[in-house]
Nanobody, 119 residues
């Protein structure tokens, strides 16, 4: 059983930065990919970015491209989301997810961490 635990959320002013971490626990951890998603109040959950575990290829939503960076530390079973130039509309609960069973599906989720951007 894999458990994903996010950390690093908080309150930041617009234009500021935050780094989220997601640590995976479990005897063996070898996902196809790790991803970050977010859900703002009253909105659907949306994809933010992802990284393939082996090759380190990254993918981003257009809304965060150039501002957010996903990275991973395979030795620590940890994935990161560096968020720069934060905007009010980045306010949301951020979730990390792992693609463990099928390469195209994120099937294991963390509990989420709140990111609030103020003006």
């Amino acid at each position: 059983q894999v458990q994903l635990v996010e950390s690093g959320g908080g309150l930041v002013q617009a234009g500021g930065s935050l780094r989220l971490s997601c640590a995976a626990s479990g005897r063996t951890f070898s996902p196809y990919a790790m991803g970050w998603f977010r859900q703002a109040p009253g909105k659907e959950r949306e994809f933010v970015g992802s990284v393939t575990w082996s090759a380190g290829n990254t993918y981003y939503a257009n809304s965060v491209k150039g501002r957010f960076t996903v990275s991973r530390d395979n030795a620590k079973n940890t994935v990161y989301l560096q968020m720069n130039s934060l905007k009010l509309e980045d306010t949301a609960v951020y979730y990390c997810a792992a693609s463990l069973i099928h390469a195209a599906t994120f099937d294991s989720w963390g509990q989420g961490t709140q990111v609030s951007v103020s003006s």
